[in-house]
């Protein structure tokens, strides 16, 4: 019923933090359209079948031009939409019900959200955007070649302009830990900015380099440790994959494989997952990945398993065009240019636990030497430094904690099938 509604290509989608909503972003009749949606009554056949639930909770038409990034703030107040309009709205929640006039009249909406501040600044079309880590800065890519980020506690001041794509700019992500900001472009590069003086850190060509301008978007992720960078559109060895790029050194050596055509969004769950391993009754920790692709299909990776935890081949009829997990973690959405979303619920037992906050700080500290309450408390000008002896000692605390990536074994090399990850030097499909 959502493909019923809209009947237009939804470009992009993003669960409210609470799990009790989700925003789809797209082209309405005449301008571009951002609808919340109750997600009860998607994950709950008996509540869909209840006529008094609404499905629709606000359906916002500002928009002169297509919606292609819809992204809810961290503590969940704030809206943000980008689009073609070369603009990007900020909504809050007012009082209230409201409405839209539209081509059928106006339409009553159970939930008021309104446009409190228009971000005018990009050239072009604006393909995606992120928060980052406390809300401290908003970031917005467009085909103009250029990130902007937004000063969230002074809008719509803008704090910096990065310049030096020579392409369209088609995917941001923020470094959970607020040390970097990723962008990659059509350029074939990813960029690494640091948030200490909006500089680039790093330039990243090689895995791209037989890549063409194949996807609407580009979206890439952090893992929630921040020690890996995973792209969307890459190559190995003239098939399509999913970069892994080391935080440590921007290593690039391993690559998620398997997806027939290009790499569209991957997104990674929030939480660092925890489980007992099934064989040796030790607790492993391990981060959680999904990855969609212009072959229709939808794949999802664990870092404690050699092969995705499953793989939905033609799930759409088009390219998927953007991912979002819950709060929670069991809930993955995903969205396509079919005009249709998918929604795939997940059990601890399939996907772990989450890492609780304190372990999840104690793992911080080990790692960058500060936890996340630190961050909180950091400045514009005192951003978290990261101790070369703490980075040193990473591969120490790898050996206590299972590693995001296992090297390729011999028992690996003797299974059949589709692997995890590979290697540029023994590239295993």
Not at 18 to 41: E, H, L, Y
Not at 92 to 117: L, M
Not at 296 to 305: G, P, V
Request: glycine share 8%.
């Amino acid at each position: 019923w959502v493909y019923f509604i809209t009947e237009k290509p939804i470009f992009s989608l993003d669960i409210h933090p609470d799990g009790t909503k989700f925003a789809t972003g797209g082209q309405g009749s005449d301008s571009g359209r951002v609808v919340v949606w109750n997600i009860a009554p998607i994950i709950n056949e008996k509540v869909e079948r209840d006529k008094s639930v609404p499905k629709v909770l606000c359906q916002m038409d500002n928009h002169l031009a297509c919606v292609n990034s819809v992204r809810w703030s961290i503590n969940g107040q704030c809206l943000a939409s980008g689009g073609d309009d070369k603009t990007v709205m900020i909504w809050k929640r007012a009082k209230g019900s409201g409405g839209v006039f539209g081509s059928g009249g106006f339409t009553k909406s159970v939930e008021n959200w309104r446009c409190v501040t228009t971000l005018r600044g990009h050239a072009g079309d604006i393909l995606d955007m992120a928060w980052s880590p406390q809300d401290r800065w908003l970031s917005s890519c467009s085909v103009d070649n250029t990130v902007i980020i937004w000063d969230v506690f002074a809008l719509p001041s803008i704090v910096a302009i990065l310049k030096g794509h020579t392409g369209l700019v088609k995917g941001v992500a923020w470094d959970p830990v607020g040390k970097f900001i990723a962008s990659q472009s059509d350029d074939r590069s990813i960029k690494v900015w640091k948030t200490t003086d909006w500089t680039c850190q790093t330039t990243i060509t090689e895995p791209f380099q037989e890549c063409g301008g194949t996807t609407h978007i580009l979206r890439l992720s952090w893992s929630p440790d921040g020690q890996y960078l995973v792209s969307a559109h890459a190559m190995n060895g003239g098939g399509p994959t999913a970069q892994i790029i080391e935080r440590e050194g921007w290593k690039c050596d391993k690559d998620f494989v398997g997806h027939r055509k290009a790499v569209t969004c991957v997104r990674f769950h929030n939480s660092i997952m925890m489980r007992t391993a099934p064989k040796t009754n030790k607790s492993q920790q391990y981060c959680c990945l999904a990855v969609g692709s212009r072959d229709h299909s939808l794949s999802i990776w664990m870092t404690a398993l050699q092969r995705p935890l499953l793989v939905i081949h033609e799930i759409f009829q088009d390219s998927i065009l953007d991912l979002s997990w819950s709060s929670d973690g069991y809930i993955l959405m995903a969205c396509s240019g079919d005009g249709t979303v998918a929604c795939l619920q997940f059990t601890d037992d399939e996907l772990g636990t989450p890492l609780s906050e304190e372990d999840k700080n104690a793992l911080y500290q080990r790692m960058y030497g500060k936890s996340v309450n630190d961050m909180n408390m950091q400045s514009e000008k005192d951003m978290i430094i990261e101790n070369a002896e703490l980075l040193d000692n990473i591969v120490c605390e790898k050996q206590k904690q299972p590693t995001f990536i296992t090297e390729l074994d011999s028992r690996v090399q003797e299974e059949k099938g589709p692997q995890c990850v590979t290697s540029k030097e023994n590239s295993i499909t």
